[in-house]
């Protein structure tokens, strides 16, 4: 379904989702590790119970909701993998403890614009 891009960086990271160990390349996202890792789904509807994945892989959707480092309702596409992160499915609604919030959540640099072009 994914290949890496030719030019993507050599160096991994290790990160476990549900309890499984995967190597991600270093600056992927969360919910790429969840994909690498096979999982058909990552969270479950409150509501109706169906199952849910990563879909737009931009944070659009909330399609791909998880909790990381024990921390619910993360939006997976949006962090980037780090060494040792924790990912975990959510089953249904999940409460928000803002003593759970991290003060600061990783996020991807912004690139630098590419000059010339059209
Ligand atoms: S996959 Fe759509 S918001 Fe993360």
Do not use: K
Not at 20 to 44: I, M
Not at 79 to 102: K, N, S
């Amino acid at each position: 379904m994914f290949r890496p891009r030719p030019d993507a960086p050599a160096a991994t990271v290790e990160v476990e989702v549900d309890g499984r160990t995967v190597r991600v390349p270093e600056g992927a996202s969360a919910a790429a590790a969840v994909l690498l890792a096979g999982l058909a789904s990552l969270r479950d509807t409150p509501v109706t119970g169906s199952a849910r994945a990563p879909y737009c892989m931009m944070g659009v959707c909330f399609e791909c909701l998880a909790e990381i480092d024990g921390v619910p309702n993360r939006q997976s596409c949006m962090i980037a993998a780090l060494p040792g992160m924790r990912i975990r499915r959510q089953r249904g609604a999940r409460d928000i403890d803002p003593e759970d919030v991290p003060d600061t959540i990783p996020s991807f640099p912004i690139p630098a614009p590419r000059s010339g072009g059209a």
